[in-house]
């Protein structure tokens, strides 16, 4: 599915020109990188009334609108799946009740059954929790209080139990964390040090999903935390709070400003890379509040930040409008592009008129949105320049809502962009020619190693967010782990994929806070086996 996402933009595009890189002719295939999830959420139009019956139908509607053929798998059980009751044993209860059985040879409150009904559907199954004793329901939007439905004490007992039911996805939430006043970095670690457990117990893997709302700057220790191979984190609050058709807040909005501070606040390009994701919250497409057009730059965004496209409408409800928003293959390859960047600002020549750029995996291609936040329609400039492309080559531009091609152009070119509007391009240009880097240290007298930390002096590039191309091996079955840093700002935690015997590349993009070829970068490990770094190409 990713593969056909990544060739809608190859076929836009046409032919690609080759990434100009100095002192090396053959450059290492790069290595595709875990892409964001997509799927659907029962939070936003079902508060923690949900059921059985509620996710039948959602997953049914997911499974046979279209939004399953373009890439959405995962049927995601949010809030109110739990009482907060324990057996004798410490194992969670469920409400027969509220969960029956699905199959005739099915038990009540066994979450299994609802887990094969979605797996039969060809989809993915997730479920919920709470990193401290208690969870949201202590103060709830809709339906009863429940106390006592987080999992700290039982954090291998609960994780070992998710994935016995055989749920694909956990989203951890912070209330009862933020409530005890407990430290997210260490409890999010332990949390997936448990889910490692659960996974190497019962040889079922689970998706993590961090949900701590942006408290403590998460995207500075969330990357990879605990190791896992990849992992999302919330960088701020909800969008919106749940709009549940039949509930006392039916009349709630969805507001385009909020979205938009989401947005905002979820732009950390130094710690998306390598699987790992900023989150600004599921998706309020659909929903009521924002009009068609507000939809589509809703959609935009999260596509140009590499997001998690996580549906929060009711799916039985999607009009075809909605529907061809959400499973537009130019747009979702844009967002799953296997490079797994997020984009950068790229120009902002008056306030609120700003041009973002986001690095894809072909060479010379860039996804490019032209937001304009304005009360007055703008002629919005995008040069090749800010794009990190060469001044003087051929720049092709295409409208990916469109799909039409713009022109051809060299240096510049403008775009008509209305009042609070955006439009979404794919620019293919040639990268400005990279300059490769040596560890320091390695010679003829001290090769390369698989232990040793890697340091790299005097480095410079075209513009501030730099994009850091990694020459490594890992000849492992599993991926290795580094923690990567630039002069003396925080780390963010790297992972490197296997490669077999041959070299490959993955790509971080890192701020350059020191002028010219000031910069130091380095990286280090303070338990693991590092990856066999041979160079960096920076541009």
């Keep these: 599915m990713y ?25 290492a295939r790069q290595i595709p990188v875990p892409p964001p999830p997509m799927g659907w959420s029962s939070w936003n139009s079902f508060s923690n009334t949900v059921n059985a019956q509620i996710i039948m139908d959602q997953a049914k509607a997911l499974a046979t609108s279209g939004l399953q053929k373009a890439g959405y798998e995962y049927v995601n059980i949010d809030e109110g799946w739990w009482i907060g009751r324990r057996d004798a044993d410490g194992n969670i209860v469920v409400n027969d009740n509220q969960w029956p059985p699905v199959g005739l040879t099915d038990k009540p409150g066994d979450m299994s059954a609802i887990v094969r009904f979605i797996h039969n559907l060809g989809l993915k199954a997730g479920i919920y929790t709470d990193a401290g004793m208690d969870g949201c329901s202590m103060t709830p939007d809709l339906g009863p209080a429940f106390r006592d439905v987080g999992s700290e004490g039982h954090y291998e007992q609960d994780f070992t139990q998710f994935a016995k039911w055989g749920f694909d996805y956990v989203k951890v939430d912070w209330c009862g964390g933020d409530k005890e006043n407990l430290d997210p970095a260490v409890q999010y670690a332990e949390i997936a040090r448990a889910i490692a457990h659960a996974e190497k117990a019962t040889g079922h893997p689970m998706y993590f999903s961090i949900c701590n709302w942006g408290k403590q700057s998460p995207w500075n220790w969330a990357p990879h935390v605990g190791e896992v191979s990849a992992d999302i984190w919330r960088t701020s609050g909800d969008i919106v709070d749940p709009i549940v058709a039949s509930g006392r807040h039916a009349d709630r909005k969805a507001s385009f400003d909020k979205m938009l501070a989401n947005f905002d606040q979820s732009i950390h390009p130094e710690a998306e890379h390598t699987g790992a994701y900023n989150d600004p919250d599921m998706m309020v497409i659909g929903m009521p509040g924002l009009s068609d057009q507000q939809n589509r730059v809703h959609m935009s965004l999260w596509a140009i930040s590499g997001a998690p496209l996580i549906i929060g409408a009711d799916l039985t409800k999607l009009t075809p409008e909605t529907l061809a928003m959400l499973t537009n293959p130019e747009v979702l390859a844009i967002d799953q592009d296997t490079a797994g960047l997020q984009a950068v600002k790229a120009a902002e020549a008056v306030s609120g008129v700003q041009v973002w750029s986001k690095p894809l995996s072909l060479p010379g291609v860039r996804a490019v949105l032209l937001l304009n936040r304005t009360a007055i329609d703008r002629d919005m400039e995008v040069h090749a320049a800010d794009l990190g492309l060469a001044d003087q080559s051929a720049m092709g531009a295409r409208d990916v809502w469109s799909r039409t091609q713009l022109g051809t152009y060299t240096k510049s070119f403008a775009v008509h962009v209305k009042s609070g509007d955006a439009v979404l391009l794919a620019v293919n240009g040639t990268d400005l020619p990279a300059v490769q880097f040596k560890p320091e240290g390695v010679g003829p007298g001290r090769p390369l190693c698989h232990g040793c930390d890697y340091r790299f002096s005097k480095v410079g590039a075209h513009t501030s967010w730099a994009r850091v191309r990694i020459t490594y091996t890992n000849p492992d079955r599993a991926p290795r782990f580094a ?57």
Excluded at 3 to 26: E, N, V
């Design 3 to 27: 593969a056909k996402m990544r060739l809608a933009i190859l076929a836009a595009c046409g032919a690609m020109a080759s990434a100009a890189i100095q002192g090396q002719t053959s450059p």
């Design 483 to 539: 923690e990567f840093h630039v002069n003396s700002q925080d780390g963010t935690r790297i992972a490197f994929p296997p490669t077999g015997a041959a070299p490959g590349t993955v790509t971080v993009q890192a701020l350059f806070d020191k002028p010219g070829a000031g910069n130091v970068l380095s990286f280090s490990t303070d338990r693991d086996v590092m990856p066999v770094i041979a160079a960096i190409d920076v541009e």
